[in-house]
């Protein structure tokens, strides 16, 4: 495993124009640059993809305000982990809309990891974290618009301190009031089943 480093420096960025706020972070004082040049690549295709998704949910291009942000839900143990936020409102329409979307990233590597990533091979991940966000959907009496099945193999995740946590967009699976149902499971309770080397499996770990 990579030698436990001090967090990565972070910056804030800002893509203006008429109507347009959008602040997104950058990564700097890496000392493999193209490691950074990766990470950084990586972040601001994001911010660009959730400016043109807007487009597509919204139907219109006619917008009077669009504001991105960010938050850094982890930076230490050589992971970085972030959330994006756009809120876009357009003309004629009753209310905005928001999307999230995240990157979890080895600073070492540069690696940008999948959630099946974060698991060992054939662990029926899927399977187990389903179970774990019905029981929390049961005990935190969440309305639903329908009925919950499974998270998607390639679900909305971040990962805050030593928990992951398991995300949907508005209107997904609850209604808008409810705002992003989001699901934190200890790393503790996936033991069995995480990568050990990955970055729940870095999380774990006590030193």
Do not use: C, W
Not at 22 to 40: D, R
Not at 62 to 68: D, K, L, R, V, Y
Not at 130 to 142: F, G, L, M, P, T
């Amino acid at each position: 495993m990579p030698t436990q480093t001090l967090p990565v420096s972070i910056q804030t960025m800002v893509h203006k124009q008429q109507g347009f706020t959008i602040y997104y972070p950058q990564v700097f004082g890496l000392q493999n640059t193209n490691v950074q040049q990766s990470i950084n690549q990586t972040i601001f295709q994001l911010m660009q993809f959730l400016m043109q998704q807007q487009y597509q949910q919204q139907g219109t291009n006619n917008f009077t305000e669009m504001i991105g942000s960010f938050e850094i839900k982890t930076n230490e143990r050589n992971i970085l982990s972030l959330s994006l936020s756009n809120y876009a409102f357009a003309y004629q329409h009753a209310n905005g809309l928001t999307l999230m979307k995240s990157l979890t990233f080895d600073t070492i590597t540069g690696k940008s990891y999948k959630l099946k990533d974060l698991f060992k091979p054939n662990s029926n991940y899927v399977e187990v974290l389903s179970k774990i966000v019905q029981k929390q959907i049961n005990e935190r009496n969440i309305q639903l618009l329908g009925t919950f099945s499974q998270i998607s193999p390639n679900q909305d995740f971040y990962i805050a301190d030593k928990s992951l946590v398991l995300y949907f967009q508005l209107f997904e699976i609850t209604p808008h009031y409810v705002g992003f149902p989001m699901f934190p499971i200890s790393v503790f309770e996936l033991q069995d089943i995480i990568a050990e080397n990955g970055p729940l499996g870095r999380m774990a770990e006590n030193n």
